[in-house]
């Protein structure tokens, strides 16, 4: 997939003539609203893995009917041709990324872009074709589509899955970036922020290249537009959040 399609859609809905960079920014705008719109951006106080209360949770398990997952798999579709990302399969880790993943497999072929895909299982199957692995004989520069980075745990299993098949873990494409510090569990076992985030690892550490339809500063981008004093009270919260926790944004 070398080559990157025109004609792609701002808000995952309307076409434009090319992806440009303002182009770009606005769908991570539009995939803001529609997250939020559906009940998959949500604001509060959320405890993540790593013990810290956050201000908003993703969760995209909330894009859960047809047409919230199509203009998702639309959103995927546009950052990943815009990035010129070349790749010759899909792969999803279970569990979410399985829709993610089958949704995407869709909607790059009704732009042009047919390649096949595969997920694997938690649990290996021991009847019928058995394994782990489930779709297309993984090969090639593989594509790994997930929702949201944390501590990059998904990506590294599914590095060895890949490797392990002979084909070659190249990309990653999620949905949020939330552009803040991994953690990493000490020898008294207890967990410590790293200066790094999960994206960061990934990238340079591991050599794949990642993809996000939004970051961190996107979604503040979209509670700065936002003027009601309680959007206001939200992005003073997520602000104090990544002033605590997050990481270089221009690595």
């Given at each position: 997939m070398a080559d990157v399609t025109t004609g792609a859609k701002v808000g995952c809905g309307v076409q434009v003539p090319d992806q440009t960079a303002a182009a770009q920014d606005e769908l991570a705008q539009e995939f803001v609203r529609f997250s939020v719109e559906s009940g998959v951006l949500r604001w509060g106080e959320f405890q993540t893995k790593a013990g810290r209360i956050s201000p908003y949770f993703f969760n995209a398990g909330g894009f859960d009917d047809g047409?919230?997952?199509?203009?998702?798999?639309?959103?995927?579709?546009?950052?990943i041709v815009a990035s010129g990302i070349g790749f010759d399969m899909l792969f999803g880790p279970a569990y979410k990324g399985i829709p993610l993943v089958a949704a995407l497999a869709v909607e790059l072929a009704r732009l042009g872009h047919n390649h096949p895909f595969a997920y694997n299982r938690k649990e290996a199957k021991a009847h019928g074709e058995g394994g782990t692995l489930v779709g297309a004989p993984l090969r090639g520069r593989v594509l790994i589509v997930d929702d949201v980075m944390s501590a990059g745990t998904a990506v590294r299993e599914s590095i060895g899955l890949i490797r392990a098949a002979g084909a070659t873990p190249h990309a990653v494409a999620i949905a949020l970036d939330r552009q803040e510090r991994a953690t990493e569990t000490g020898p008294d076992g207890t967990l410590h922020d790293l200066p790094h985030?999960?994206?960061?690892?990934?990238?340079?550490?591991?050599?794949?290249?990642?993809?996000?339809?939004a970051r961190l500063s996107d979604l503040l981008d979209y509670l700065q537009g936002q003027h009601s004093p309680e959007m206001a009270g939200h992005r003073e919260r997520v602000q104090a959040y990544r002033q605590r926790y997050g990481v270089n944004w221009q690595k």
């Open positions: 047409v919230k997952l199509e203009r998702l798999a639309q959103c995927y579709a546009r950052r985030s999960a994206v960061q690892y990934v990238r340079e550490q591991l050599g794949l290249q990642v993809c996000a339809i």
